[in-house]
């Protein structure tokens, strides 16, 4: 029964990805399409080319270094393995990947008193962990071993790269979206040369769609890591044998965490758990509250 | 007539190769996770093995009334470079996380050496390996279950005389690894 839903989850995200990247891509063409039609309509197409190689080239260099830019971004740095801590913690990864059956991922380290952690890559062959040393200082041996677990299982599952692909997408979408309302500002004044029938029907097309395409992005971001956390938990345990120590981790999180981490909110879902205190409502969080995921730990 | 006779015997046909394929495909990845899983365990074995010298050299100056722990992990360590089967790869490695615990337990009754920095980091190595066993150990028992299970229920029971293969052994923890080790002062 495990078997089966975990190489479901696996083809699912695969599949998710693919679809998220066309998305991505009919976007950018449509949204050219429509500068092009507010600017110029007779080389309308120029601009469909020029926005659908450019979404293209972006959603491919993002596919090879998505992770490097969101390594970056956090200001993760390589485990010191000259330290005893860094080497411990390479050692709890290295360990629990021998227990997921996959390649041990890459060690890094974001120097931060909060707690928290996350992976990324594309697939388990080239991923990456990242923690922060608060994380790192402030857990014992079963509850780091309870973040890691949880954060290799999301590798496993290539969680890793749909939820990569998503943080570039909010991020893609977001700013095809400002271009688009930029060039309505500036192809604005040039209207009253030709016929507006079909142009002031593209133009409220095209805004519906720049307000509602990045608001429909951050939904599914939200909805589909929240899930992704409870399935992660379980798959931890499942690795470690011991709930508890995930459990405990999360209630020290809780105490702990002011959420007040330097991250954009195109990443946030990557973490373990949100790095930034969200005072929206439940529909808004990338993760389920803590103190229902400790519930459910306990419960197992 | 005679023409659909000839594709429903056809169809039968290409139905049980596929059946008999997948039986064939499915017993063989299991057997290769064992292999794999059984070779994640050795390479740890045998990076232990490796540096339990380094270990002996480092705390030997200091503790050196401790003759007898130092001759249990020379002994142990000859064990499990002998050793050549699973089961004696188990009781080999479960003899060597004894006397290494017990290394680290009398350890701790020498504060110059809780302060070596070398000291410290092969203590941290040792026990890292330590708990990467325990998970590949984990992950072979797991692997050798579900083979298991394939190979001795039916159908995988009949392919599995046909192809030759037996249920394999498990990684067995022994009742004096489950214990707390006990150290006499």
Partial sequence: ??????HDQIARNKRNSVFLMIFIIAFAVLLGFMIGEIYDPSIAILFIIVAGVMGFAQISYSYYNGDKMILNITHARPANTNDVKEKHLENVV????????????KVYVIDSEEMNAFATG????????????????????????????????????????????????VGLIAILSYMFMRS???GGGRHDSRDRGNGGLIIIIGLILAIVAPILVRLIQMAISRQREYLAD????????????????????????KGNMDVPEAISHLFFVDPTKTYLDSLYATHPPIEKRIEILKSM | MVDIIWWVILGVIAVVALILAYFYNRIIVLANRISNAWSQ????????????????????????HEKSVFEMVTKARENMMKAGTVQEKAKANNMMTNALKT???????????KANENFLMLQEELSGIENKIAYARQ????SVLEFNNMVTTVPGVWFANIMGKQSKPYFEVTESERKPVKVSF
Avoid at chain 1, 94 to 105: Q, R
């Fill in chain 2, 41 to 64: 365990i050795d390479v740890q074995l045998k990076k232990r093995t490796d540096l339990v010298p380094n270990l002996v050299e480092s705390v030997k100056g200091y503790m050196k």
């Fill in chain 1, 122 to 169: 594309r697939a388990p062959e080239n991923s990456s962990v990242a923690i922060t040393t608060g994380l790192l200082n402030k857990l014992n041996r079963e509850e780091l071993e309870g973040v890691i677990a949880h954060e290799l299982s999301h590798v496993r599952n290539y969680d890793i790269r749909f939820a990569t692909f998503i943080a570039i997408g």
């Fill in chain 2, 139 to 142: 992950f072979y028992n797991d």
């Fill in chain 1, 1 to 6: 029964m495990e078997k089966i839903s975990f």
């Fill in chain 1, 184 to 186: 309505m500002w500036f």
């Fill in chain 2, 103 to 113: 290394i680290f337990a009398l350890a701790e009754n020498y504060p110059i050496l």
């Fill in chain 1, 234 to 257: 379980a798959s931890s345990a499942q690795l470690t044998r011991y709930p508890a120590g995930l459990a405990s981790a999360l209630a020290k999180i809780k105490t702990v965490n």
């Fill in chain 1, 94 to 105: 290295e360990g629990l990947a021998i227990a997921a059956g996959i390649k041990a991922p």
